[in-house]
């Protein structure tokens, strides 16, 4: 192989090759290209998303940190709060265990870099559909041994860790066949004056590196699984996915954060996507330093490892500490105390530059910056040609009855416990309230302070209008979190679509961030960091355009978060917002009809901000029993999960003006669903009035059925089967 | 006089806090010791916490079992001092030979984390001895792979005939039902004494129903039960 078809091979382009020559001032060599291919990659160097990116709103009161390091740090009373969200979608295609795996392992060691004790994770997934009473989809049960392979993983490596895996959100649709989605998002907690950065200062300072050995596992990684769409020979790429050892990682976690609080460290990074290369580069040239760097002090896996397998491999569960030179020996005991493996490897420089030798020889000789300095892209985009979005209009093929049954037993509904019951949500003994209703709430380790979290995302939204689809989930996680009573402050986000290169996925993309940043502005949700994952797509098949938005909110102090159920007969059921007949884009759409056709509900963002600022307001004064979120499966859902979680029934009248079907399973946007008592509805009218927001009397708690007047009446234990039993049915 | 407690801390453990947590909540002093340490001077009672140990890789709880600080757990154990093993340090009780029996995988082949109930089966401890009674039912969380209690015939019977069984899966009528067994442990075992009675193994986790804001308060019968246990022995 030539070096021209050498570095085609490795996914740079010829310009880009032009360009590396240009900074060497000289013909790279193997390993110096091997470096820039997985530096310069889409996954490590943004360069097509970054030019859209500068414009969100990162500033609010409650932000320290904001995009650009290992992750977001918000402050929570007198913490530090640190939020970070990462892909691993090709990985767990390969290879469904370890990929997702490591992905955990992955955000956990961006929360730790931060000198942040990683508290919780969770998890927004995508996988293709799984077999339906009505029709048999080919690639059924390879959907289903994904999801178990998934979920075996984030379970296996989350909880052997002790990172207790509070929430989440996991859905199903074809377009994630042969591309499914894991996203993990983790928050971690410091001191205020705890939090690091990943900075090598210092010239004369040591670098070591801790953890794992370096083998060849997930070598290019970021560029060929990350950066690339996959055709037939995806598995061929299974040598590309790291494998995961979570009990390594714990002695990561711990051995770190010791070094930190034992003040002997200066900076620290973890070894993530680009391994080696990314860590010593990056964190040198963010301190304006260089790196010398003596790859035989590398512990290695296997003997015969190369210069630039050794830059560029993914073994997981390492990281680069920078500590100065009377500390080293302390650093080293430490290490060797708890177990966890540490070598010097090298020390910072003043020359700018990163110097790798091996066997004596410089092998690699760069400027750091020039490694995370890499090619920007202005791509072009425009919208697709056919935008016309077909107006639904539903059938009535079921009753309202087997509508809302259906939907309760349906995949993107029906109660995900099979899947969080094999996640431990309760170790740290922080969990609040956990998974499987709305967000969860935390309590921080060592203090009062409690915050809420959750991730939505919605492709089928993205697909019709990615614009409003990015607008509507940063909405439906403000809403969630408002629903417990929490202040929304913060958000991550992440950012899953196809091929960038693609003028029209582009466009999708432009669209998507446009219309996050909206949000996130009117809001006052201002965005910590996130991550960009593009080449969603698997023999031409692109994902829907699927925003992952991950929020953090605040929960004042004594406020009471309001139960996700029913609490006791007699309570008063309102609803707060306006339902119209929205059906576009719904889960009724799709699993009563099998149809994706808009348009969107409308999204007022004003009425959003208003309605969450009035549940806000009553659930602190202790006013608001229960409350539920209005989403998929609109009303009629959002009903049904009440009385579920409460076990007890409720009697409602549907609105008037509005075709009761519709009225039930419309998904309007800015919409809540609360119990209180009696006697506090006019105070709820009166501040609800004030702001403009809409308050609706539905009826009362009382039985031991649903009954929606003129339409059915279901047994609640009816409702429980259907609701619990219907996933456990689908996974077989 | 406040007792002291140990908590063990392997590499991996990661209930250590969380026990740390719930026993100080309870008023006690706690300590912890790291595997390698292999003095328990001057400790009332010592706790083998959850999590895995050495990555469970081999076996759950069988490298743990041959860690420094177990002989001195064994020594302790054999003065009638309090052990008490949760989860992963039940495993690793079994796999030292301080409790019989072993902990296999689940039966379902799934982690499983939530709620569960457990019948007080006898009173005859410092563990279940406060403010507890016979065929009680408490309402504690498990979080396990690996919580499905195996013994031999002989075991059982003489589990059975020395009343070492402390707690039993059941339902909410206190019936040790099939359907109440979360993983298919042997006769519904979700907790076992050694024949001095000093010594607990169990899977669920007591200490993660000790503070109402994340839980029950169940486990505290057990732990504040070890506690009175070691203030009565003090004033005796």
């Known amino acids: 192989m030539t070096e021209e078809d050498l570095h085609r091979s490795l996914g740079l382009t010829d310009e880009e090759y032009d360009k590396i020559v240009d900074i060497l001032g000289r013909e790279p060599n193997h390993a110096e290209l091997a470096m820039y291919s997985v530096m310069w990659s889409e996954h490590c160097s943004y360069k097509s998303s970054r030019v859209h990116l500068k414009d969100l709103p990162t500033e609010g009161p409650h932000v320290l940190i904001g995009p650009g390091e290992g992750a977001g740090v918000i402050q929570v009373g007198n913490q530090a709060v640190a939020m970070r969200i990462e892909s691993h979608n090709h990985p767990s295609f390969v290879e469904p265990v370890q990929g997702a795996a490591t992905g955990i392992g992955g955000v956990v060691r961006d929360v730790v870099s931060m000198g942040a004790r990683p508290i919780a994770l969770l998890d927004s997934l995508r996988f293709g559909a799984l077999p339906t009473d009505t029709e048999e989809d080919q690639t059924a049960e390879r959907n289903r041994f994904l999801t178990a392979g998934v979920v075996a993983g984030i379970s296996s490596y989350g909880n052997c860790i002790g990172v207790p895996t509070v929430g989440g959100e996991t859905k199903f649709e074809a377009t994630y066949a042969g591309n499914p989605l894991v996203n993990v998002m983790c928050i971690g907690v410091a001191e205020l004056d705890g939090i690091k950065l990943a900075r090598a200062p210092g010239p004369g300072n040591a670098v070591l590196l801790l953890g794992s050995t370096t083998g060849r596992d997930g070598i290019g990684g970021v560029s060929v699984l990350a950066s690339a769409a996959f055709d037939e020979g995806a598995a061929t790429k299974r040598p590309s996915v790291q494998v995961g050892d979570p009990f390594m990682e714990k002695l990561l976690i711990e051995g770190s954060l010791s070094l930190i609080e034992k003040d002997l460290v200066v900076g620290i990074q973890d070894l993530g996507g680009a391994g080696l290369c990314c860590a010593t580069s990056e964190s040198a040239a963010k301190a304006g330093t260089g790196m010398l760097i003596d790859l035989d002090k590398v512990p290695l896996r296997e003997s015969g490892m190369e210069a630039f397998e050794i830059l560029t491999s993914e073994s997981q569960e390492r990281m680069l500490v920078v500590v100065e030179p009377p500390k080293v020996k302390a650093a080293l005991d430490e290490c060797e105390r708890l177990g966890l493996r540490a070598s010097q490897i090298g020390e910072v420089t003043d020359t700018g530059r990163l110097v790798c030798t091996m066997g004596g020889q410089v092998v690699a000789d760069v400027p750091a910056e020039s490694l995370g300095d890499g090619p920007l892209y202005h791509r072009p985009f425009s919208p697709p040609a056919a935008m016309k979005v077909r107006h639904f209009e539903p059938v009535a093929v079921e009753s309202p009855r087997e509508a809302l049954l259906k939907l309760l037993g349906s995949a993107n509904i029906a109660s995900k416990r099979w899947i969080w019951e094999q996640f431990d949500h309760q170790v740290m003994l922080g969990t609040v309230a956990g998974p499987g209703a709305g967000a969860a709430v935390l309590r921080l380790p060592g203090s009062s302070s409690r915050i809420a979290v959750t991730v939505d995302a919605n492709g089928r939204f993205g697909q019709i209008d990615p614009r409003m689809g990015a607008q509507h989930s940063v909405a439906e996680a403000y809403r969630n979190l408002c629903a417990v009573g929490a202040e929304p402050v913060a958000v991550t986000n992440c950012m899953n679509f196809d091929n960038p290169e693609i003028p029209e996925v582009m466009w999708q993309f432009v669209e998507a961030v446009r219309g996050m940043g909206h949000a996130c502005e009117a809001l006052d949700t201002p965005i910590t960091g996130g991550n960009v994952s593009f080449y969603n797509q698997t023999l031409d098949e692109a994902i829907y355009p699927t925003p992952a938005i991950g929020m953090i909110g605040i929960l004042p102090e004594n406020v009471q978060p309001p139960s996700p159920g029913f609490v006791k007969e007699g309570d008063a059921i309102v609803l707060l917002g306006e339902t119209r007949d929205e059906l576009g884009a719904s889960e009724y759409q799709r699993t009563i009809e099998g149809k994706l056709e808009g348009p969107l509900p409308e999204l007022d963002l004003v009425k959003e901000s208003a309605t969450g600022w009035v549940i806000r307001e009553m659930i602190s004064r202790g006013q608001i029993l229960s409350a539920q979120d209005c989403s998929e499966g609109g009303v009629g859902v959002a009903l049904a999960e009440l009385c579920i979680h409460g076990h007890i029934g409720a009697e409602v009248a549907p609105e008037p003006g509005l075709d009761p079907m519709r009225w039930l399973f419309s998904e309007s946007a800015s919409r809540i669903v609360v119990a209180l008592g009696k006697d506090d509805v006019p105070e709820l009218r009166s501040l609800a009035a004030n702001l403009g927001t809409t308050v609706v009397d539905l009826g009362y708690v009382m039985g031991r059925s649903l009954v929606v007047e003129g339409l059915f009446e279901i047994n609640v234990a009816t409702l429980k089967d259907v609701y619990e039993g219907g996933f456990p049915k689908l996974m077989g | ?236």
């Open chain 2, 1 to 236: 006089m406040t007792p002291t407690i140990g908590v063990v801390v392997f590499p991996g453990s990661n209930c250590d806090r969380d026990a740390d947590y719930s026993f100080d909540y309870l008023g006690a002093d706690t300590r912890f010791i790291w595997h390698l340490e292999t003095d328990l001077e001057g400790l009332d009672a010592v706790v083998l916490p959850g999590g895995f140990s050495y990555g469970d890789y081999l076996r759950t709880g069988a490298m743990a079992a041959y860690s420094p600080v177990m002989q001195s757990v064994k020594d302790f154990a054999a003065d009638g001092k309090l052990v008490i093993g949760i989860c992963n340090g039940f495993q690793i009780l079994c796999e030292a030979g301080l409790l019989p029996g072993a902990l296999r995988r689940n039966r379902g082949l799934r982690f499983r984390c939530l709620p569960v109930r457990i019948r007080v089966e006898n009173t005859e401890s410092p563990f279940t001895s406060n403010s507890m009674w016979p065929g009680q039912v408490l309402t504690i969380p498990i979080a396990h792979f690996d919580g499905n209690y195996y013994c031999t015939d002989e075991d059982l019977e003489e589990l059975l005939a020395d009343r070492r069984i402390a707690f039993r899966y059941c339902d909410v009528h206190g019936e040790p039902a099939d359907e109440a067994n979360p993983n298919g442990s042997v006769w519904n075992i979700a907790g076992i004494l050694n024949e001095g009675r000093n010594v607990l193994g169990m899977m669920p986790h007591p200490e993660r129903a000790v503070d109402p804001v994340v839980g029950g308060t169940d486990g505290r019968l057990i732990l504040s039960s070890m506690l009175t246990s070691l203030v009565g022995s003090e004033t005796e």
